[in-house]
């Protein structure tokens, strides 16, 4: 066990109380809310279950009290059924998250693949929190509230656009109802893999943050050794068929929303395996460790232009499902 991991082991206090305030803040902070399940794992790989567990009360505990405190001065509660559902997701993410992080760690299914067990606690993420989605799109009080934020948000912008054609298409483009309706839609077809993406993401690099001769960095394959188990090829194939068959028989809203979220969330996956392809492509060629961030850093960057995010959308995941027939990590000097 390294330094820092015996560190931990021999204070738990000190790791459970500085991972659960870790996670508070992170979650609290809104831009870096996606990496709050990270120190929570990262107590689960260093110190054990119990400091897991005690990491994320300490987290829970501080999120609700600060986000009830925020929404009692923001006079939310007056605002009806509205503030009722701001009171609802300032709370229920956090908590089902962290409740499907426990359930990634419990002991009972140690023995199942980790790609099984992500994909198990992903869909139960998925259909906890189906009911906030029908009620986010069926609920008009709460479409109007969040229209409302969106257009308060907007104003500074759209006094400072001025008039003319170009004002009038900035307003066009940034209709607070078009927004709100673009972004149910997309959250509706998506919700699976964005929780797949912080569920899976953060178990895997809590663990290998974990520290060397730690559990969590044990348990946990490196990037570039990870294969996903051959049977989920085919659930790949099939998701993707309901896709086009949704889109060609112009299926219900519900029937294509839960095909886009089997293939999203799979595509995701086999992302994942693409990028571990790449990373032991690049070690096999010598490549130096500085040259290999500073090409994911060019990578990061380019994903902000449409054209570079479509294309490592499609390649990453190319990637991985085409090594069942590719041998992309053949080793060095095998028989062809």
Not at 78 to 95: C, V
Request: net charge positive; aromatic share 10%.
């Amino acid at each position: 066990m390294s330094d820092s991991a015996a560190a931990f082991h021999h204070k738990p206090y000190a790791a459970f109380l500085a991972a659960g305030l870790a996670s508070s803040l992170l979650y609290l902070s809104v831009f870096l809310s996606f990496a709050f399940l990270l120190p929570v794992q990262i107590a689960f790989g260093r110190s054990g279950r119990r400091s897991g567990l005690a990491a994320a009360g300490i987290a829970m505990a501080v999120i609700v009290i600060v986000q009830g405190w925020r929404l009692i001065t923001a006079g939310a509660f007056s605002a009806g059924p509205a503030g009722a559902y701001a009171l609802a997701a300032g709370i229920l993410p956090p908590l089902v998250l962290l409740g499907a992080l426990l359930l990634m760690n419990a002991p009972f299914w140690q023995g199942w693949a980790a790609p099984y067990r992500i994909l198990c606690v992903t869909t139960a993420c998925a259909l906890a929190a189906l009911p906030a989605l029908v009620a986010l799109e069926r609920d008009a009080s709460i479409g109007a509230y969040l229209e409302e934020r969106i257009s308060a948000f907007l104003a500074p912008l759209r006094s400072a656009s001025g008039d003319g054609y170009e004002a009038s298409a900035l307003a066009a483009a940034l209709d607070p109802k078009e927004l709100v309706a673009v972004s149910i839609e997309t959250l509706r077809n998506s919700y699976a893999a964005i929780i797949l993406f912080i569920i899976g993401g953060s178990w895997r690099l809590g663990n290998r943050l974990s520290g060397p001769g730690s559990r969590g960095r044990e348990e946990t394959a490196a990037i570039d050794d990870l294969h996903l188990p051959y049977p989920l090829l085919w659930a790949f194939l099939a998701s993707w068929s309901l896709v086009l068959g949704a889109v060609l028989l112009h299926a219900p809203e519900a029937a294509a929303a839960f095909a886009w979220n089997c293939a999203l969330a799979l595509t995701l996956a086999y992302a994942a395996q693409g990028l571990g392809i790449v990373t032991h492509l690049f070690k096999s060629w010598n490549m130096p460790r500085s040259l290999r961030i500073l090409i994911a850093a060019m990578a990061i960057i380019a994903l902000a232009t449409l054209t570079a995010g479509i294309a490592v959308a499609v390649i990453l995941p190319l990637f991985g499902v085409t090594e069942i027939w590719i041998s992309y990590r053949k080793p060095k000097g095998a028989g062809a």
